[in-house]
């Protein structure tokens, strides 16, 4: 019997058409049959089609069911840091939940200008680093951001982005005295807004150092907007294509076509927002799911208009009037003043050229994020101190092993991650422990096991969850195994619930098309599936169902205990319901809105450790 405790997640990787963003918003995770754990590998279809097997011993296999969220391009980020504080208190007040965040440090980041003898030791590092390390004084960073960004750290000889390092650039270019400024080219992204989110607060904490920070959008969705938006100018080329539309979501059911080919998907869903099952046995939206899903879009679109109209000075009313107009000019935009200018690229350049008095006959000194991610932090004399957190980052899809065609960082390992878990819990020389998650679930059995581990590693030392673009089903199963969970504004989150695979009755099919199969078997419940050429007897039913009904009441429970809930309490926001983070902290789920920073403050205040004191933040 296969048990699929249903995720959500903004975070896949489809094809992305300049106008649409899609990604997948509900995902299973999967429990192992009664008699034996299957790796999740066939999880992840094809965002057009569901992941069907016709293989009849379904029991042998995994299916699942996966929902289009399309968005034209956006997802959830966070204010201002200025304004942070001030949305967790309005978190706070709603459903009259107790939601304290006053009693956990922001984690904002102050600059500090370096000191006459900190600054000599700097240039004295920089005179013997690497020469791989060296930059040209007056140089300005350059950041192409576009497509996928990871938030695992990426080796030097991959090609994608990774949102450990683009981080850490901004902070190393805000006290390089080697870098000017940063000119970023912002592209479609393929990513959640927990990431998005991460990377305005960064921008944001750079232009403290009163260096510039200046954006080229050639082309822009929501994202792209949103994180240009926190720059000090952002300048577009004539031939921009801004598709600031709105966003939708899109669901597609199958049950009428299975009707119509003799197919009868059997199927318990445990929970009235767990929708995945919908997609094989409905032929239109559950108001439960329609519910969700506009309290998810909501939350989203509420977040873009409020951190936008504060960017530009404008009211959120004659923001949202503005993209209602379906605007697609640039000179429009320009006009509105939600953008600098219209340049090229070249055009940029030169500008920069002319503000860092650079000569005309000579090239603007550049050095791209490739490159300046080789910079030591050490160089620049922003190493940490002698107290030590363990940063253990799970990201992607979970497992309990690794499938043989699975490449070597792909998803969350149960094996892999334990043993980090194991390592930092036996290691006295870590002070606490930071479990960064972006994962939309995976294995049942492998997310309890992490669980486990994560909660003894608990008893030894304070554990921070620190949850990215999403943590639902199995990635918030671990989440909520350490003592303070970090979300972002909004950070997909929850999705207690289960659905029961159980098997397609292809009885009328067989028929259609003169097949037929015989089954000689022992054991009452022995053809529980093997019979897929009948629907299930009623006492087959009724196993089926309470076998359902046992995950469910085990996933809610342990949710509950894992969070001081009561269990009637839980009930009430479990029911596989994904929620925003910021509506997720609201209601017991989520104990503070922030990022990565935010998190490692939560460690130092819980290890004892003062916030003015530097640690050493080690990644697993």
């Known amino acids: 019997m296969s048990k699929l405790l249903l995720f959500h997640t903004a975070h896949s990787t489809p094809r992305i058409h300049p106008r649409t963003f899609t990604s997948i918003l509900s995902r299973p995770l999967s429990v192992p049959s009664l008699s034996k754990c299957h790796s999740p590998s066939s999880l992840f279809p094809s965002i057009s089609s569901p992941a069907l097997h016709p293989h009849p011993h379904l029991q042998r296999q995994n299916f699942s069911f996966s929902y289009s969220f399309s968005t034209r391009a956006f997802d959830d980020s966070s204010s201002s840091a200025e304004t942070q504080n001030e949305k967790e208190e309005k978190v706070g007040s709603q459903s009259g939940e107790k939601f304290e965040t006053e009693e956990y440090p922001s984690g904002e980041v102050e600059y500090e200008k370096m000191s006459g003898w900190r600054s000599f030791v700097v240039k004295f590092k920089m005179l013997i680093a690497f020469p791989w390390e ?14 996928q960004i990871s938030d695992q750290l990426k080796s030097r000889f991959s090609s994608g982005l990774s949102l450990p390092q683009i981080c850490e650039n901004f902070v190393k270019a805000a006290y390089d005295p080697r870098i000017s400024g940063v000119y970023l080219h912002m592209e479609p992204l393929n990513c959640g807004w927990g990431k998005v989110e991460e990377i305005r607060r960064h921008i944001l904490n750079f232009k403290k150092s009163g260096k510039f920070i200046i954006a080229y959008i050639p082309a822009c969705g929501e994202k792209e907007y949103y994180l240009a938006c926190a720059c000090e100018e952002i300048y577009a080329p004539p031939s921009a294509y801004f598709s600031l539309y709105g966003l939708t979501v899109q669901a597609s059911f199958l049950g009428g076509v299975f009707e119509k080919i003799g197919i009868e998907p059997q199927v318990q869903r445990i929970g009235k927002y767990k929708s995945a099952g919908d997609q094989l046995t409905r032929k239109t939206m559950s108001e439960e799911n329609c519910e969700m899903l506009t309290s998810l879009l909501d939350n989203i679109y509420g977040n873009w208009l409020d951190v936008v109209s504060s960017s530009k000075g404008k009211k959120r009313e004659d923001v949202e009037n503005f993209i209602n107009e379906g605007i697609y000019k640039v000179e429009k935009l320009k006009e509105e003043g939600l953008i600098t200018n219209i340049h090229y690229d070249d055009q940029v350049i030169s500008m920069l050229k002319e503000r860092l008095g650079v000569p005309k006959d000579k090239n603007l000194l550049m050095v791209d994020y490739r490159k300046y991610s080789k910079v030591r932090k050490w160089t620049l004399g922003l190493a940490g101190g002698r107290d030590q957190i363990a940063v253990i980052r799970a990201s992607g899809s979970i497992s309990r092993v690794r499938s043989p065609l699975s490449a070597p960082s792909s998803g969350i390992i149960a094996e892999q991650i334990n043993e980090k878990i194991r390592s930092v819990r036996e290691s006295k020389r870590y002070k606490a422990a930071i479990i960064r998650i972006d994962s939309p679930g995976g294995d049942a059995l492998a997310s309890d096991l992490m669980w486990r581990e994560i909660r003894l590693l608990a008893e030894s030392k304070p554990v921070i969850a620190s949850m990215s673009d999403v943590a639902a089903s199995g990635g918030y199963y671990m989440a909520m195994a350490a003592g303070t969970i970090v979300a972002e504004n909004l950070t997909l989150t929850g999705s207690i619930g289960v659905v029961t695979a159980g098997k397609f ?15 000689i078997s022992r054991g009452r419940y022995a053809e529980l599936f093997a019979a897929e050429q009948r629907p299930l007897r009623l006492d087959e039913a009724e196993l089926f169902a309470k076998s359902a009904q046992n995950a469910y009441k085990q996933f809610r429970d342990k949710a509950a205990f894992s969070r ?25 789920l989520v104990d503070a809105i922030g990022g990565l920073s935010r998190a490692i403050a939560i460690a130092k205040h819980r290890a004892n450790i003062p916030q003015d004191r530097k640690v050493s933040s080690l990644l697993f």
């Open 134 to 147: 060296r930059v040209r004084k007056g140089s300005v960073l350059t950041m192409k951001l576009r497509g």
């Open 505 to 519: 009755n292809l009885g009328k099919l067989y028929e259609k098309i003169g097949f037929n199969k015989e089954v």
């Open 564 to 588: 001081s809930m009561p269990v009637e309490k839980m009930e009430e926001v479990a029911q596989g319901r994904v929620w925003a983070g910021r509506d997720a902290a609201s209601r017991g």
